[in-house]
C-alpha cells in the first residue's frame, strides 16, 4: 500500500526500512520515559516485522538521496470479544518534530484505517498518555472518540522500577 500527498508517501515498512524506523522509535520511547538501547529497539522491531506481528507503515519525505523517514505508525492484531470481530491497535504513531503539523499523522492513520478496513477489521484502538494534549487533538480531529465506558488496566510482568502505563 502507498499514499502520496503533500510530497509524502505512506509505505508498507520492510527490513529496508529498520535504521530509519529505529531512528523515530527511539525518541518516541524517550517520550514516554522509556529509555532502551538502539540495538534492543532495532531487533524488537525486526522480530515485529519478521514475524508478521505487526504491521508499520513509514512517511517519507523525498526522493532518491533525499529522501528522509518523516514518521511511522506502528498496529497490532487482535480481536474483540464484544464486538465479535477482528480489530486493530494502533500502538505507536510518531512524527518527525520538523515535519509536525503538515498532515503527516493523518496520513499514517489513514494508512492504517485503509488496512485495517481491508483486513475486515471493525475497530481500530488506541492509547495515548493523559498528558500528551497535541497527540489527542490529531486522533480526535481523525475521528477517534474518547472512551468513556471503560477503565483501562494492566498489570506488570516483568518488575520494574516504575509502572509502564498509569490507569
Request: aromatic share 10%.
Given at each position: 500500500m502507498a499514499s502520496r500527498d503533500r510530497g509524502i508517501?505512506?509505505?508498507?515498512?520492510?527490513r529496508a526500512h529498520l535504521d530509519a524506523l529505529t531512528d523515530l522509535f527511539v525518541p518516541d520511547l524517550a517520550?514516554?520515559?522509556?529509555?532502551?538501547?538502539?540495538?534492543?529497539?532495532?531487533?524488537f522491531l525486526s522480530e515485529r516485522l519478521a514475524r508478521k506481528e505487526s504491521v508499520i507503515f513509514v512517511a517519507i519525505e523525498g526522493t532518491g538521496a533525499n529522501a528522509s523517514t518523516?514518521?511511522?505508525v506502528q498496529l497490532d492484531p487482535t480481536f474483540s470479544s464484544l464486538r465479535l470481530s477482528r480489530m486493530w491497535v494502533l500502538n505507536d504513531l510518531y512524527t518527525a518534530p520538523d515535519a509536525r503539523r503538515r498532515g503527516v499523522a493523518h496520513l499514517l492513520i489513514s494508512a492504517a484505517r485503509t488496512m485495517a478496513v481491508g483486513t475486515s477489521a471493525t475497530h481500530l484502538e488506541l492509547l495515548t498518555?493523559?498528558?500528551n494534549h497535541a497527540a489527542q487533538r490529531v486522533y480526535e480531529s481523525a475521528g477517534f472518540c474518547r472512551d468513556e465506558q471503560f477503565c483501562r488496566y494492566g498489570q506488570d510482568?516483568?518488575?520494574r522500577e516504575e509502572p509502564v502505563f498509569s490507569g
Open positions: 508517501r505512506v509505505l508498507r515498512a520492510t517520550f514516554y520515559r522509556r529509555e532502551h538501547d538502539r540495538d534492543r529497539v532495532r531487533e518523516v514518521g511511522f498518555a493523559r498528558d510482568l516483568v518488575r
